[in-house]
């Protein structure tokens, strides 16, 4: 058996190759961080790039066949290989417990279109090569990203073995759920948003494995999703409540970054930063698969 104290991280150079938006750039600062040791008992590993067959489980063929013929190779090269470090941790996450990948843009990608700086919807992909791949019975995605996750809903909202959870707190890319499956609740103060994250948890109860797009943007200094009053203690602890969970139901979890953006207040370094306490808080807990099982 592979040791458990495992903690895969999935990255590779190719997924800053595209240097539009931090969606991208943002993982570059970050896995330079983890690399000097800021969080020990980490192994930052290259993935290898997503095929086309894999994206065809989740996304048109005209879409994905349009999206290489149009879009720069750079660009096409980042998100294959980000995408291939999301189903890399989505397998690995089922023999250490727990895994990530710094991957971000994934939740608004719609079957036929991207949307809103996502292109290929990895959360989609990743619960359902957790059902096809790994026999889970019920996957749970939490999305705490500060929009909503409609892309994520068309895709897998009306997959009877998926559970959804989304906290946001704009309501760009909303969905109306429809199923007990479906959890969302777009945060209308900070007062309440640590008791919604409580409530999504609640929710997952019952979920074999989990699939974790750990937003950042709700940080009041993001000049896109930002919101007054959730801080970095706020995070801190949204992120240690979100660990706390997988330790205590023992869910083969694994986490991408999401969404995080600088503004006047919040540079490159510093949003890469934001993501700290996710991979900190995942670090300090142990998850054994086969007790699942
Ligand atoms: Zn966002």
Request: proline share 4%; aromatic share 6%; with cysteine.
């Amino acid at each position: 058996m592979t040791s458990q104290n495992n903690f895969p991280i999935y990255w590779g150079p190719d997924y800053v190759l595209d240097s539009g938006v931090e969606t991208r750039t943002k993982s570059g600062p970050l896995a330079k961080i983890l690399m000097m040791g800021e969080v020990p008992g980490i192994e930052l590993i290259s993935p290898l790039p997503i095929t086309r067959e894999e994206l065809l489980t989740i996304h048109s063929e005209h879409y994905i066949d349009r999206l290489v013929k149009e879009q720069k190779p750079e660009l096409i090269r980042s998100i294959f290989a980000s995408t291939g470090g999301v189903r890399d941790a989505l397998d690995a996450m089922f023999v250490h417990g727990r895994a990530g990948s710094l991957s971000s843009g994934l939740h608004h990608a719609k079957r036929d279109n991207d949307e809103g700086y996502c292109f290929i919807n990895g959360l989609a992909l990743a619960a359902l090569r957790a059902i096809s791949k790994h026999g889970a019975n019920r996957v749970g995605v939490l999305d705490t990203d500060a929009h909503c996750g409609g892309g994520t809903f068309q895709l897998v909202g009306d997959n009877e073995q998926v559970v959804l959870a989304d906290v946001s707190c704009d309501s760009f890319d909303n969905w109306r759920p429809n199923s007990g499956r479906h959890f969302l609740t777009i945060v209308e103060s900070a007062d309440n948003y640590l008791d919604v994250v409580k409530r999504a948890l609640k929710h997952l109860d019952g979920v074999d494995a989990l699939i974790y797009n750990a937003g950042m943007d709700p940080f009041e200094d993001c000049t896109i999703g930002g919101m007054r009053g959730i801080t970095r203690e706020v995070l801190a602890e949204r992120e240690r409540l979100v660990a706390q969970w997988c330790k205590d139901t023992q869910t083969p979890s694994m986490f991408v970054l999401a969404g995080g953006y600088g503004g006047p207040n919040l540079d490159l370094d510093g949003v890469a930063r934001l993501h700290l306490p996710t991979i900190r808080e995942f670090a300090r807990i142990r998850i054994t698969p086969e007790s699942k099982n």
